[in-house]
Every structure is written in C-alpha cells, then in structure tokens.
C-alpha cells in the first residue's frame, strides 16, 4: 500500500467526525495520528489501537505481542473487527483517488500533510532482492489455519454463525475454511458481505474472470504479496492469462505489446500504488475501453484486495508448506507477514 493510502487511514483512525466535532481526549488523540506524534499521552487503548496500525500499514506485519494485546483488550471478534475497520478505509481510499474524488462543501476537511517514512513504500520497480530461506512457523500462527487464530469448528459457532456457515460453506463441513472465508468468521456477521463484494467484481462484473485475476495479480505484485501472487497469477493463468501478461507483472515489465485491456488494467493498478492517482490519459482510456462500471469495477477490486491483503498481514497470515515464494520482492519494500 502507497504513503498516501496509509495517510489517509491516518486521518480516519477516530472516526473522520468533521463539523460534528469530538470531545478533549479524542481530539488529542487525532492530531497524534494526524501528526505522527507520540504515543504518550494517549490512553492505553487509544496507544494500542494507533501502534498496531502504524505496525501494519508500515511494515505489512504486527509483532506478536501488539496483536496478542488487542486480542487481550477487545476479544477475539473484536480484534478481528478492528482490523477490518483498519483495512476498509484503504480500500474507500483506493476508489476516491481513483477518481479525483473531493471533500463535499462544508465538510471540515484540512489537507493531511505527508510526512516522511509513513506509508508502506511499494519498494523499487524492477529492482529485487532474495527473500531469506523460509523461517519457522511462528509460535502464535495456527497449524490448520496458518494465520493467528485457529480454524472455527461448526458446532461452537453460535446459532447466528452456524446459519451463516451452513449457507455459505455447507453443513457438512467440520470447520470453517482455510483463507478469507474462514477468516471473516471471526466476525460471522462481515462473512456474506465481504463475500458478495468479491463476487460481485470477481464472478458477475463486466470485466470477466480473466481480467479479474490479472487485475488480482497486478494487486498482489504492487503489494509484494506472495500469498496473492501464488493463488491468483495461478488463478490468471488458469484463466488464460497468457505467459507474457504474467511475466510483464511479475517482473515489473513495461505492458507495451499487450492487449490494450489488459495493458490498461495493469497500469491502473500501477499507477494508484506507485503515484497515489490515476493519470487523466489512463483514466479516459479506461473509461473508452471499460465504461464507467467497468472502470469502477477494476478499481474497486483494486481495493477489495488491498483490504483483503491488509487483513492477512495484520493475522500473520503464512504461506503453507506447499507453497513457495515465487513472486520477486522487490527491493525496499518491506517483507510482509506471510515470510516472517
């Protein structure tokens, strides 16, 4: 995730009230996060809540110990819900610059000033550096899940969730799957809605499920992700992708040659991680290429999986055993959870 996007969750950490105004104690602790300033003085649940993020949108991973403390603080459903409140403004953030969106008139909205090493930087384009040999599994990430919470059985899920998980996984399933399915789970009521978002880009928009997956393996490739690079260029390939499409992501080659859609598509994603905005040029073509849904569309996927990428780094997410690091990191970027 670019600077500007993790500024933006800077300016929406206590809720972006604008004209409504917050009380003495919230207001000190915005401009901390607006200012980057120092935890102290801030309230312990307020120092927990602003550390974690800056740990996740910083590094692409929390320490232990900060993730163990918010579970401590707000419980496992609570913590899970955090962090998507943490996650979802980067998405909103994605389709607003997308779009050169601006503060309604009236909105109490000062300019967020940038400050220097806050962000996540994407890393350098086409310049990569070998990742260490595979560490361990850390001792807080669950063997059948891979991430910071084991897999949920069915039967201790309460009435609610079994519901949701008999219509959405099957009651004839055991537990909860692996991935964001079983991830959301954690909060039963996230699950169909995070679901019908996906699907609603993924499988019933107009850009189709080959575009799709390339746009998805754009995504993971900007954010150096492995995971993403791993199921979804597979996913793209699978789609018929086609070899040059894949090498041009992967290797952070120039799309000259491609198909113009899908030279298009992987600029759009390009450009709102590395300039924070789309280029009037590549917006219009998009909207000749793509319409207006489309063009939408595209960028809303963008985002859906930088939330959904956010979500794994913040739960330790690792790669399996079965699972290599394919994806080449690219240098000064920082290596995410799944390597740790």
Known sequence: MSRSHANSHRSCVYGCRGRHGVG???????????????????????????????????????????????????????????????????????????????????????PLARIAGVGTPTGRPGEFV??????????????????????????????????????????????????PVGMTFLSAELVEPVQDINNALRVNGVVGTRLAEIIIAATGREMNSQYQWTVHGAGAAAAGAGQDVLDAIRDDRPVAGLDDKDAVAITITRELFREEALRPETFSKAVELFGARGTVEIVALIGDYLMMTTVYNALGMRLRPDQAAILPHRAGAPVGAEWR
């Open 24 to 110: 003495p104690e919230r207001a000190y602790a915005r401009r901390v996060v607006r200012n980057n300033g120092s935890l102290e003085g801030l309230s312990h649940d307020d120092a927990l809540l602003v550390d974690f993020g800056r740990q996740l949108f910083r590094n692409r991973y929390v320490r232990s110990e900060t993730f163990a403390a918010l579970v401590d603080r707000l419980g496992r459903q609570g913590a899970f819900d955090a962090i998507m409140l943490l996650a979802y403004p980067a998405m909103a953030g994605v389709l607003q610059r997308a779009v050169g969106a601006q503060p309604p008139a009236g909105l109490n909205a000062e």
């Open 130 to 179: 070998p990742l260490a040999e595979r560490p361990p599994l850390a001792g807080d990430v669950h063997e059948d899940s891979y991430y910071r919470f084991p897999l949920l059985a069915r039967q201790d899920l309460s009435p609610r969730a079994r519901e949701i998980f008999d219509r959405v996984v099957g009651a004839d399933r055991a537990t909860t799957p692996r991935g």
